[in-house]
T-cell receptor, first 112, second 113 residues
Framework: RKEVEQDPGPFNVPEGATVAFNCTYS??????FFWYRQDCRKEPKLLMS???SGNEDGRFTAQLNRASQYISLLIRDSKLSDSATYLC?????????????FGAGTRLAVHP | DGGITQSPKYLFRKEGQNVTLSCEQN?????MYWYRQDPGQGLRLIYY???????QKGDIAEGYSVSREKKESFPLTVTSAQKNPTAFYLC????????????FGQGTRLTVV
């Protein structure tokens, strides 16, 4: 079983739609969680960290469920510019060290 | 400006040759990582290093080697033992300790010809 699993998509949605991605992780000792965005042929860039209490940044909401070992990303009012691949990232480091594991990504295509 | 720099951006290699990809950071980060990405796939961890003169194998280390002689530098050598080296290689760094984001270089696209 992969350490971090995501639905690869693609999710094809119209502008203005709300779309949600889920990600599951296998290591219960995982310490921290992130969503990254990757545009085609570019490096990943941090979209947002995911906190236990859930957090929101504009149209984006991230949530963490430690008991079920999954994190989610909700995008409201989708824009054409949201089209990208969204990577779920889990830090499974221990003893104060970081080890970042990336999911394979979920592709989002927003159309007019 | 602080950041992480990979070079070259594009690299062509003949079969059977070793090639070294450069990764340099001036962010004073302790941890550095090398990932490989194949078309339509996610990032797979090759090697990572938490401190100078120490590094660990990731999930797909076979056919690769690294060194960490300086904090700022973490070069990756793709050896002839790597049977399918054509891919997009990404280097990242983040401060050791704590839950902070990783910063990526712009990547090196390696093609075997």
């Amino acid at each position: 079983r992969k350490e971090v699993e995501q639905d690869p998509g693609p999710f094809n949605v119209p502008e203005g739609a709300t779309v949600a991605f889920n990600c599951t992780y296998s290591n219960s000792a995982s310490q921290s969680f992130f969503w990254y965005r990757q545009d085609c042929r570019k490096e990943p860039k941090l979209l947002m960290s995911v906190y236990s209490s859930g957090n929101e940044d504009g149209r984006f909401t991230a949530q963490l469920n430690r008991a079920s070992q999954y994190i989610s990303l909700l995008i409201r009012d989708s824009k054409l510019s949201d089209s990208a691949t969204y990577l779920c990232v889990v830090n499974i480091g221990s003893g104060g060290y970081n080890k970042l594991i990336f999911g394979a990504g979920t592709r989002l295509a927003v159309h007019p | 400006d602080g950041g992480i720099t990979q070079s070259p951006k594009y690299l062509f290699r003949k079969e059977g040759q070793n090639v070294t990809l450069s990764c340099e950071q001036n962010l004073n980060h302790d941890a550095m990582y090398w990932y490989r990405q194949d078309p339509g796939q996610g990032l797979r961890l090759i090697y990572y290093s938490q401190i100078v003169n120490d590094f660990q194998k990731g999930d797909i280390a076979e056919g690769y080697s690294v060194s960490r002689e300086k904090k700022e530098s973490f070069p990756l050598t793709v050896t002839s033992a790597q049977k399918n080296p054509t891919a997009f290689y990404l280097c990242a760094s983040n401060p050791d300790r704590g839950s902070t984001e990783a910063f990526f270089g712009q990547g090196t696209r390696l093609t075997v010809v």
